[in-house]
């Protein structure tokens, strides 16, 4: 247990050289344009070849390389639950949407969630609100109930946003 502790305070250690300091922040917000901006993060080492030119996938790498390391520390993911509460609850949101309205939208779920997109879906349409975790039990069924009574989109989506930051707050 020592062995793995020592390698993961080592570890982070090494990675903290690659934070942005603050003259670094000052030289990014010195950029003139979007475009220049995304160069300077590309040449800090953001992104990957793929994701070149494009924030949002430059964003998303980020984020992968994040949980890369995290993973290679060996570290429980229980202890980052909390961090996925937004996506899972987007999930809920977007799966309550789309029974209700009966559209069906591609690309609209998060997958790297405990309840993953057609999971979420099929627990919506199935009105099984039991299958979801405390947290989003009764705020999915009210939302839901809200949405078909209602046809307000908005009140669902503070019905399910309010329940999102509760169980942060809780998790807290």
Known sequence: MSEQYTYAVA????????????STIDQ???????DQALQFLEEKGWGDTESSGD??????????????VVKDLSIG????????????F??????????????KNRHIYYEDVRI????????????DFGKLPDSMRIAGEEAYET????????LCDVIIDRAALDAIYQAG
């Open 11 to 22: 570890r982070i250690r090494a990675l903290e050289v690659s934070l942005f300091s603050d």
């Open 28 to 34: 990014l917000i010195a950029c003139q344009s979007y």
């Open 55 to 68: 924030a949002e996938k430059i964003l998303t790498r980020e984020e992968e390389k994040t949980w890369e």
């Open 77 to 88: 993911m229980e202890h980052f639950d909390v961090l996925s509460y937004p996506k899972l």
């Open 90 to 103: 987007h999930n809920l949101k977007a799966a309550v949407k789309e029974v209700c309205t009966g559209d």
């Open 116 to 127: 993953p997109g057609e999971k979420m879906r099929k627990i919506v349409e199935d009105r």
């Open 147 to 154: 949405l078909l009574h209602t046809g307000d989109g908005q």
